[in-house]
């Protein structure tokens, strides 16, 4: 079952930029939670990079994205987005827009999240 929808992504040079947008298709899905972006590199774990709170009026960052990419959403509504500039090889992977169930804080868990999206691609080439 489609929880959250993500579009965008693709392929970019190193240096470009991207945008991913992520929507509830579940309407019985809480506006008010935090919603976050994880990625998860081939080979690798899924790490989370970016958070925001239910407001919207706090927002988190792994290091590795400070400073280059940056999260909103729409007030009140299941709709986030990543703005990603000055990608990276690095950045390369596939990114999940992610939800909690209940209105708790942002952490860097997948776990502690309910909601995921099916995933979209991101490509850097050098």
């Known amino acids: 079952q489609v929880q959250l929808v993500e579009r965008g992504g693709g392929a970019v040079q190193a240096g470009g930029s991207l945008r991913l947008s992520c929507a509830a298709a579940?309407?019985?899905?809480?506006?008010?939670?935090?919603m976050a972006w994880f990625r998860q590199a081939p080979g690798k774990g899924r790490e989370g990079i970016a958070s925001?709170?239910?407001?919207?009026?706090?927002?988190t960052y792994a290091d590795s994205v400070k400073g280059r990419f940056t999260i909103t959403r729409e007030t009140g509504k299941n709709v986030m987005y990543l703005e990603m500039n000055n990608l990276k090889p690095e950045d390369t992977g596939t990114y999940y827009c992610?939800?909690?169930?209940?209105?708790?804080?942002?952490?860097?868990?997948?776990?502690?999240?309910?909601?995921w999206g099916q995933g979209a691609q991101v490509t850097v080439s050098s």
């Open positions: 992610t939800q909690r169930l209940s209105a708790q804080g942002c952490t860097w868990y997948p776990t502690d999240y309910r909601f």
């Open positions: 579940n309407k019985n899905i809480l506006a008010s939670t935090c």
């Open positions: 925001i709170s239910g407001g919207g009026d706090r927002t």
